[in-house]
């Protein structure tokens, strides 16, 4: 049973940054895909970013240029560096692990989740 736990959350300005971390136990990190989504207030569950066990990356449209995934098989932590955030990026953060890239990459029948972490802009 893999367990992802998220940290790195907090409150912070437009325009500043955080980096969300997610440590994996108990699974094959090194060969499973790994992805971050976010749920804000009223919103589903959407898409954030994603980085294969080959550490190709992918990203929302929304978060391009801003957000930088990446993963360091070494600790099993997988990492969302967040830069020029803006209050519309305020949400529940939650990290996903699936071996199916392509199954994490829309959500649907992930096989791990964390238990989320919030982040807060304010503007």
């Known amino acids: 049973q893999v367990q992802l736990v998220e940290s790195g959350g907090g409150l912070v300005q437009a325009g500043g940054s955080l980096r969300l971390s997610c440590a994996a136990s108990?699974?094959?990190?090194?060969?499973?895909?790994m992805g971050w989504f976010r749920q804000a207030p009223g919103k589903e569950r959407e898409f954030v970013a994603a980085?294969?066990?080959?550490?190709?990356?992918y990203y929302a449209d929304s978060v391009k240029g801003r957000f930088t995934i990446s993963r360091d098989n070494a600790k099993n932590t997988v990492y969302l560096q967040m830069n020029s955030l803006k209050p519309e990026d305020t949400a529940v953060y939650y990290c996903?692990?699936?071996?199916?890239?392509?199954?994490?990459?829309?959500?649907?029948?992930?096989?791990?989740w964390g238990q989320g972490t919030q982040v807060t802009v304010s503007s």
């Open positions: 996903a692990a699936d071996l199916n890239l392509s199954r994490l990459r829309v959500g649907s029948r992930v096989e791990y």
């Open positions: 108990g699974g094959t990190f090194s060969t499973s895909a």
């Open positions: 980085i294969s066990w080959t550490t190709s990356t």
